[in-house]
C-alpha cells in the first residue's frame, strides 16, 4: 500500500473522529507548517500552524494523543502538512491532515529552528497570509537540517540561515531594514562612514562630533545589504542588528528559546 493511500485513510478516519461534516470545513488541503504544538484536554492537542493561504491559523486536533494514536507523530513541529479545517475565530477545528514532509532538526540546528518558530508566533498575526515568508520558511527549515548546503562551517551555517530569515520576517511584518541608503538623506551607505540604527526608521550617520567608534561601519552595512556574510564582523555585526531591530516588537517578555538554549550549553 502506498504512501498516499495510507495519508488518505488517516485523513478520513480522522476527518470522521473528529465529529464535524464535510460541509464544515473552511478550508481543504491547505499546505502548513508546524510552528507549536500543546496538550490540550486528555487526548487533544492545539497546533499553531503558518499556512501558505491563511497565514497564522491556531487549531484543535480531537483525540490525536494516546498510546494508540499516531496523529500526535505527526503533528510537530517543523513538519510539513496538507490540512483541512472547519470552524471560525481564533481556534478552528482540525478535519484532517497528512505529513508531505519532515525536517528533522538536531542539536544547535534544533534550538535555532524553535527561535524561528517562535519569532514567527511573536510577531505575526491570526489570517495574515505572507506568502514569500511561507517560502522563506521553507527554505530556511530546510537550511537548518542541511538540505540547503552552505560551505561554511555549521556555526557559522546557521548564524547566516538565521540572519536572513530575520531580515525577511521583518520585511514581511512592514519593518524592513535598508542597510545600503541612510536614513536621513536617502543617499547611498558610505563604506568609510559609521552608522547607528534607529528602529522603525533606519540607519542614519554618526555625527561628526560624536565617538569616532560609535556606531557600525558603513562597509559592514553594505555586506549585508549585498547578503554577503563570509567575514566574522558582519555576521557578528548582523546579529546585533537584528536583535536591536526586532528588541522593539518583541516587548519585554524575554525568548523562550534563547534562555533554551543558554541552559543547554
Known amino acids: 500500500m502506498g504512501q498516499g493511500k495510507v495519508g488518505l485513510d488517516q485523513r478520513r478516519a480522522f476527518a470522521a473522529s473528529s465529529g464535524l461534516p464535510v460541509t464544515g470545513v473552511r478550508a481543504v488541503s491547505q499546505d502548513a507548517f508546524v510552528l507549536h504544538v500543546r496538550p490540550y484536554r486528555e487526548t487533544s492537542a492545539i497546533a499553531e500552524l503558518m499556512t501558505l493561504e491563511h497565514g497564522r491559523v491556531c487549531v484543535v486536533a480531537r483525540g490525536v494523543r494516546g498510546r494508540k494514536r499516531k496523529g500526535a507523530e505527526t503533528l510537530m513541529p517543523f513538519a510539513r502538512l496538507l490540512v483541512s479545517w472547519a470552524g471560525r475565530g481564533q481556534l478552528r477545528t482540525l478535519t484532517s491532515f497528512e505529513r508531505t514532509e519532515h525536517h528533522w532538526l538536531v542539536g544547535k540546528s534544533l534550538y535555532a529552528g524553535l527561535y524561528v518558530n517562535e519569532l514567527m508566533l511573536r510577531l505575526l498575526r491570526s489570517d495574515d497570509p505572507h506568502t514569500q515568508l511561507f517560502r522563506g520558511y521553507a527554505l530556511t527549515v530546510s537550511a537548518l537540517a542541511g538540505g540547503e548546503p552552505i560551505e561554511t562551517p555549521i556555526e557559522s551555517r546557521i548564524e547566516i540561515v538565521l540572519r536572513r530569515f530575520e531580515r525577511l520576517l521583518l520585511k514581511e511584518c ?14 547611498p551607505v558610505l563604506a568609510q562612514a559609521r552608522y547607528f540604527l534607529e528602529p522603525d526608521f533606519g540607519f542614519r550617520r554618526v555625527s561628526a562630533g560624536k565617538d569616532a567608534a560609535s556606531g557600525y561601519r558603513g562597509a559592514v552595512l553594505l555586506a549585508i545589504a549585498a547578503d554577503e556574510f ?12 537584528m536583535r ?12 523562550h528559546s534563547r534562555a533554551l538554549f543558554r541552559t543547554s550549553r
Not at 519593518?175 to 541612510?182: G, K
Not at 567575514?231 to 555585526?237: D, S
Open 174 to 187: 512592514g519593518y524592513e531594514l535598508v542597510f545600503d541608503r541612510d536614513a536621513d538623506t536617502g543617499e
Open 230 to 241: 563570509d567575514e566574522t564582523e558582519v555576521r557578528r555585526v548582523a546579529k546585533r542588528i
Open 244 to 255: 536591536e531591530a526586532l528588541a522593539p516588537h518583541l516587548g519585554d517578555r524575554p525568548l
